[in-house]
C-alpha cells in the first residue's frame, strides 16, 4: 500500500532588525515535518526566537518544549547563515509512530497472551526500532525457557495510516532442546544415580526450565524428607550443543547437616500442627533469628488455641556442620475462655448487636460434639479482624470518623474479659447529590439509578458501587477511559461525581488464539464487535 506523506512547510521570513548585540540574529524559521501536524503550535513555541539574538540555552530550551508536546519522536535544527549576521532555523520534526496492532505468526508453543505479556511494543504504545530490537531477544529468552535453543525471530512494519504501524513478529521455532548427560554435585549421602531418580529427568526428553525447576524441587523435598532440613539445590551450569540439539545439566546440591527437630510438652497440640506455622520449616534454615521465631510461631499457635500463657524456648545440640538436634520445649499452661467482650462508648449499637457482627464469641456454654470448638478463644489476630469489620458496620451506617481503640485484656480466674473503647463520631448524612463534567449522559438519567439516596446515611461502599456503574454507562458508549471521582463534603453533606470523560475509544484489530477448528469470520460474528466501531464494553461482556 503507498502511503502519501503530507509535507507541511512552515516558512516566515523577517526583515532584519537593529541587532541588540554582536550575536546572530534568528530573522527566519523553517518547520518541516512529515504528516498533518499542528504546525501551529510549534510556531507559538518557536515565535520567542525570532529577530533575537541566537542563545543556545534558548534553543535547547524550545527544542525541549517541542518534544513536551508528546507528538514528535525526534527534533533536529538546522542552521543557515544568511546576509551579515543574520540565520535562518530549520526545525525538523520525525512525528511518534504509535503501534496500533501486534501480531506473531509462527507461535505453536508459547501462546500468544504469553508473548504480549513479555513485550514492550503493545498496541497504543509508539513504534521505536531499538524497543522491536529488544522485544526480539525478550521472545528469544522466552523460547529458551522452553527448550527452543534454535528459534529464530524476525519482524516486518506496515504502515497503515501516516504515523500508524502494524508490527509483526515472525518465528521459527526450531526443535525443542533434549536433556543430555545430567550430573550432580556436592551430593555425600546419596549417589548420583539416586538423586537421578527421584528427580525425575530422563535423557533424550524435551527439555524446558520448569521441567528443571520441578526436578530440583523434587530433590530439595526427597533430602527434607531423609532429615536434612536445610539442603538446597540450584543448578550450577548447562551446557548446549547445537549440532545434536542437547543440553546437559550440572546440579548442585547443599546437603547441610541431618537435622532432628524434637517437641516436647506440647499435649495439646500435635507436631504437624507446630511445623506447619514455623518459620523453621519455611525458611529452612538454622539460623538464631529464624530458632527464635519459630519460638514466637509456637506460642502464637498456643494463643489461638486458647493458651494465653504458654511459652516456648528452644536447645541446639551437636555439629552444626553434620548432625544436629534442635528441641523446642513447650509449657502450655493454662487455657482461658473469654468471659465477656465489652464496648465502652457505644451509643447507636447495642453491646449485642455489635457482638453478633463479629466470630469471636464468649464462653457461655455449648454441647462440645455440636457447639463451635472455638467458642470463647481469644486469637488476636483475628480479633483485629473482628474490630475492622466493626468499623467497617459503622461506616456504612454514616459514622465516616468511628475510631476503635485497641483491645485491653483482663485475666482473672482462668477467664479473660476483653474490652474495646469505641469513638463513634458525628453520623454523617447525604443532604444532596450531583454530577460534575457529565456531557454526554443527562444528569438526571444517571442520578436515578444510583444507589446513593438523599436524607440516607453516607455509605462509601456505596459511592464505590455508584463510582462503578457511571464508568460501565461511559465504558457502553466507547468512553473505555472515563475517570469518575466521588466526594462527600462533610459540612454540607453534598455528594458530587467529578467526570473526566476523555476521548471515546474505537474498535482495533481484533485477535483470537487457539481457534483451530473455527474460522476467524465465524467468531467474529458472534463477538457483536465490528473493527472501526465504537467500543461497547457491555457487548463484550456479552
Same mark, same amino acid.
Given at each position: 500500500?503507498?502511503?502519501?506523506?503530507?509535507? &507541511?512547510?512552515?516558512i516566515?521570513?523577517?526583515a532584519?532588525?537593529?541587532?541588540?548585540?554582536? &550575536?546572530?540574529?534568528?530573522s527566519?524559521?523553517?518547520?518541516?515535518?512529515?504528516?498533518n501536524?499542528?504546525?501551529?503550535?510549534?510556531y507559538?513555541?518557536?515565535?520567542?526566537?525570532?529577530?533575537?539574538?541566537?542563545?543556545?540555552?534558548?534553543l535547547?530550551k524550545t527544542?525541549?518544549?517541542?518534544?513536551?508536546?508528546?507528538?514528535?519522536?525526534?527534533?533536529?535544527?538546522?542552521?543557515?547563515?544568511?546576509?551579515g549576521?543574520?540565520v535562518?532555523?530549520?526545525?525538523?520534526?520525525?512525528?511518534?509512530?504509535?503501534?496500533?496492532?501486534?501480531?506473531?505468526?509462527?507461535?505453536?508453543?508459547?501462546?500468544e497472551?504469553?508473548?504480549?505479556?513479555?513485550?514492550?511494543?503493545?498496541?497504543g504504545?509508539?513504534?521505536?526500532e531499538?524497543?522491536?530490537?529488544?522485544?526480539?531477544?525478550?521472545?528469544?529468552?522466552l523460547?529458551?525457557?522452553?527448550?527452543?535453543y534454535?528459534?529464530?525471530?524476525?519482524?516486518?512494519?506496515?504502515?497503515?495510516?501516516?504515523?500508524?504501524?502494524?508490527?509483526?513478529?515472525r518465528i521459527?521455532?526450531?526443535?525443542?532442546?533434549?536433556?543430555?548427560?545430567?550430573?550432580? !554435585?556436592?551430593?555425600?549421602?546419596?549417589?548420583?544415580k539416586t538423586l537421578?531418580?527421584e528427580?525425575?529427568?530422563?535423557?533424550?526428553?524435551?527439555?524446558?526450565?520448569e521441567?528443571?525447576?520441578?526436578a530440583?524441587?523434587?530433590?530439595?523435598?526427597?533430602?527434607?524428607?531423609?532429615?536434612?532440613?536445610?539442603?538446597?539445590?540450584?543448578?550450577l551450569?548447562?551446557?548446549?550443543?547445537?549440532?545434536?540439539?542437547?543440553?546437559?545439566?550440572?546440579?548442585?546440591?547443599r546437603?547441610?547437616?541431618?537435622?532432628?527437630?524434637i517437641?516436647?510438652?506440647?499435649?495439646?497440640?500435635?507436631?504437624?500442627?507446630? *511445623?506447619?506455622?514455623?518459620?523453621?520449616f519455611?525458611?529452612?534454615?538454622?539460623?538464631?533469628f529464624?530458632?527464635?521465631?519459630? !519460638?514466637?510461631?509456637?506460642?502464637?499457635?498456643?494463643r489461638?488455641m486458647?493458651?494465653?500463657? &504458654?511459652?516456648?524456648?528452644?536447645q541446639?545440640?551437636?555439629?552444626?556442620k553434620?548432625?544436629?538436634v534442635?528441641?523446642f520445649?513447650?509449657e502450655?499452661?493454662?487455657r482461658?475462655?473469654?468471659?465477656?467482650?465489652?464496648?465502652e462508648?457505644?451509643?447507636?449499637?447495642?453491646?449485642?448487636?455489635?457482638?453478633?457482627?463479629?466470630?469471636?464469641?464468649?464462653?457461655?456454654?455449648s454441647?462440645p460434639?455440636l457447639?463451635?470448638?472455638?467458642?470463647?478463644?481469644?486469637?488476636?489476630?483475628?480479633?483485629?479482624?473482628?474490630? *475492622?469489620?466493626?468499623?467497617?458496620?459503622?461506616?456504612?451506617?454514616?459514622?465516616?470518623?468511628?475510631?476503635?481503640?485497641?483491645?485491653?485484656?483482663?485475666?482473672?480466674?482462668?477467664?479473660?474479659?476483653?474490652?474495646?473503647?469505641?469513638?463513634?463520631?458525628k453520623?454523617?448524612?447525604?443532604?444532596?447529590?450531583?454530577?460534575?463534567?457529565?456531557?454526554i449522559?443527562?444528569?438526571?438519567?444517571?442520578?436515578?439509578?444510583?444507589?446513593?439516596?438523599?436524607?440516607?446515611?453516607?455509605?462509601?461502599e456505596?459511592?464505590?458501587?455508584?463510582?462503578?456503574?457511571?464508568?460501565?454507562r461511559?465504558a457502553?458508549?466507547?468512553y473505555?477511559?472515563?475517570? !469518575?471521582?466521588p466526594?462527600?463534603?462533610?459540612t454540607?453533606?453534598?455528594?458530587?461525581?467529578?467526570v473526566?470523560?476523555?476521548?471515546?475509544?474505537?474498535?482495533?484489530?481484533?485477535?483470537?488464539?487457539?481457534n483451530?477448528?473455527?474460522?476467524?469470520?465465524?467468531?467474529m460474528?458472534?463477538?457483536?464487535?465490528?473493527?472501526?466501531q465504537?467500543?461497547?464494553a &457491555?457487548k463484550l461482556?456479552?
Amino acid at each position: 500500500m503507498t502511503i502519501t506523506l503530507m509535507l &507541511a512547510l512552515l516558512i516566515i521570513q523577517i526583515a532584519p532588525g537593529q541587532p541588540p548585540s554582536d &550575536a546572530e540574529i534568528v530573522s527566519g524559521v523553517e518547520v518541516q515535518c512529515e504528516g498533518n501536524y499542528p504546525v501551529d503550535e510549534v510556531y507559538k513555541l518557536i515565535s520567542p526566537l525570532l529577530h533575537a539574538p541566537l542563545r543556545r540555552y534558548k534553543l535547547r530550551k524550545t527544542v525541549e518544549e517541542i518534544y513536551g508536546l508528546g507528538l514528535f519522536s525526534q527534533v533536529k535544527v538546522d542552521k543557515v547563515s544568511l546576509e551579515g549576521k543574520n540565520v535562518k532555523l530549520t526545525f525538523i520534526l520525525q512525528p511518534k509512530e504509535i503501534v496500533r496492532d501486534v501480531r506473531f505468526k509462527g507461535n505453536k508453543h508459547v501462546s500468544e497472551t504469553r508473548l504480549r505479556a513479555a513485550l514492550k511494543s503493545k498496541e497504543g504504545t509508539e513504534y521505536a526500532e531499538e524497543i522491536v530490537r529488544q522485544d526480539v531477544n525478550r521472545i528469544r529468552r522466552l523460547y529458551k525457557g522452553v527448550g527452543f535453543y534454535e528459534v529464530k525471530v524476525t519482524t516486518e512494519v506496515r504502515k497503515l495510516v501516516p504515523q500508524e504501524v502494524e508490527l509483526t513478529f515472525r518465528i521459527e521455532e526450531g526443535d525443542r532442546a533434549l536433556i543430555g548427560q545430567v550430573s550432580f !554435585v556436592g551430593n555425600s549421602a546419596f549417589n548420583s544415580k539416586t538423586l537421578l531418580k527421584e528427580s525425575k529427568l530422563k535423557e533424550n526428553t524435551p527439555y524446558s526450565e520448569e521441567t528443571l525447576r520441578t526436578a530440583m524441587e523434587k530433590v530439595e523435598k526427597f533430602y527434607v524428607k531423609k532429615g536434612f532440613l536445610t539442603a538446597k539445590v540450584r543448578k550450577l551450569r548447562e551446557a548446549y550443543f547445537p549440532m545434536i540439539n542437547r543440553i546437559n545439566l550440572q546440579i548442585e546440591v547443599r546437603e547441610g547437616p541431618m537435622v532432628k527437630v524434637i517437641f516436647k510438652g506440647n499435649r495439646h497440640m500435635g507436631e504437624d500442627d507446630l *511445623k506447619e506455622g514455623m518459620l523453621l520449616f519455611r525458611l529452612r534454615e538454622l539460623s538464631e533469628f529464624v530458632l527464635r521465631r519459630s !519460638v514466637l510461631d509456637i506460642e502464637t499457635a498456643y494463643r489461638r488455641m486458647g493458651f494465653y500463657n &504458654a511459652k516456648a524456648s528452644y536447645q541446639v545440640e551437636g555439629d552444626m556442620k553434620r548432625n544436629v538436634v534442635v528441641t523446642f520445649k513447650v509449657e502450655e499452661g493454662e487455657r482461658f475462655k473469654i468471659k465477656r467482650i465489652e464496648f465502652e462508648g457505644n451509643r447507636a449499637f447495642t453491646d449485642e448487636e455489635l457482638k453478633r457482627r463479629i466470630s469471636t464469641k464468649e464462653s457461655g456454654w455449648s454441647i462440645p460434639f455440636l457447639g463451635n470448638k472455638r467458642k470463647g478463644i481469644y486469637d488476636e489476630e483475628l480479633f483485629k479482624i473482628d474490630l *475492622k469489620a466493626l468499623e467497617i458496620f459503622y461506616r456504612r451506617n454514616g459514622y465516616l470518623d468511628v475510631r476503635i481503640g485497641e483491645p485491653k485484656v483482663e485475666v482473672k480466674d482462668k477467664k479473660l474479659t476483653v474490652k474495646v473503647e469505641i469513638d463513634e463520631g458525628k453520623r454523617r448524612w447525604v443532604k444532596g447529590i450531583r454530577i460534575e463534567g457529565c456531557k454526554i449522559f443527562k444528569e438526571r438519567e444517571l442520578l436515578k439509578r444510583l444507589s446513593t439516596k438523599v436524607n440516607e446515611p453516607i455509605n462509601e461502599e456505596t459511592l464505590i458501587s455508584d463510582r462503578i456503574y457511571i464508568k460501565s454507562r461511559y465504558a457502553e458508549r466507547g468512553y473505555l477511559y472515563a475517570q !469518575v471521582e466521588p466526594r462527600y463534603d462533610p459540612t454540607s453533606g453534598l455528594v458530587t461525581f467529578y467526570v473526566e470523560e476523555g476521548k471515546q475509544v474505537r474498535v482495533g484489530r481484533i485477535t483470537f488464539s487457539g481457534n483451530e477448528r473455527t474460522d476467524r469470520s465465524v467468531l467474529m460474528r458472534e463477538m457483536g464487535l465490528k473493527e472501526g466501531q465504537v467500543f461497547n464494553a &457491555a457487548k463484550l461482556a456479552e
